[in-house]
């Protein structure tokens, strides 16, 4: 079945460094992949959303990479800042789940520390 | 403001009780989600709706049943709760048009059944 991995271990960095967070998925082949950040208690809300065809995407501080030989996705922050800390989701869409559905993984918890 | 609504937040309820939870939203979505998440894990899709008088299950079974009368108004509903349905409660709605793939969160009920 189509699975979304993210690492489970919480990454802890300095204030000022670039995080970067992995996503890897399996037995599928996503035609988008979507990046969320979530607060304790909240929502997710919407970051960055990359097609299969890009290789890179960026808003602001923020940059996703999308490798299809590698079925992965990496999600950068740079010069990261403690308001950062926060769990961040990757979810994909696209064949076969349809394009209106997404499948979530559990989440990376980041922690930026002063 | 555009925005989207969950009511309520966090309920505490007595097993065997009908809960109904609330879902509006005001950007004219036309898609709308209701997810389940439980601590550290993934979000779970539940119920879908396209439309209106449009509704279908998610991938993960559930005993809750949901309507879509209204465009901007998409409740959740248990006849009878029980301990394993506690859990957060995540609404999202997405579009209206064609290619809008990022979904909109609320900010989720608390449930507890004791």
């Known amino acids: 079945s189509q699975k979304i991995e993210q690492n489970s271990e919480a990454l802890n960095i300095q204030e000022g460094k670039t995080a970067t967070l992995t996503c890897n998925y399996t037995n599928y082949s996503p035609a988008y992949l979507q990046w969320y950040r979530q607060d304790p208690g909240r929502g997710p809300v919407f970051l960055l959303l990359i097609r299969e065809n890009e290789k890179e995407k960026r808003k602001e501080r923020l940059k996703v990479t999308f490798d299809t030989t590698l079925k992965q996705s990496l999600f950068h922050i740079t010069a990261s800042q403690p308001a950062d800390s926060a769990t961040y989701l990757c979810?994909?869409?696209?064949?076969?789940?349809?394009?209106?559905?997404?499948?979530f993984g559990a989440g990376t918890r980041l922690a930026v520390h002063p | 403001e555009a925005d989207i609504y969950q009511t309520p937040r966090y309920l505490v309820i007595g097993t065997g009780k009908k809960i109904t939870l609330e879902c509006s939203q005001t950007m004219g979505h036309d898609k709308m989600y209701w997810y389940q998440q439980d601590p550290g894990m993934e979000l779970h899709l539940i119920h879908y709706s396209y439309g209106v008088n449009s509704t279908e299950k998610g991938d993960l079974s559930s005993e809750s049943t949901v309507s879509r009368i209204r465009t901007e108004h998409f409740p959740l509903t248990l006849e009878s709760a029980r301990p394993s349905h506690t859990s957060q409660y995540l609404c999202a709605s997405s579009g209206p048009s064609q290619g809008s793939y990022e979904q909109y969160f609320g900010p989720g009920t608390r449930l507890t059944v004791t």
């Open positions: 979810a994909s869409q696209g064949r076969p789940g349809g394009y209106n559905k997404l499948i």
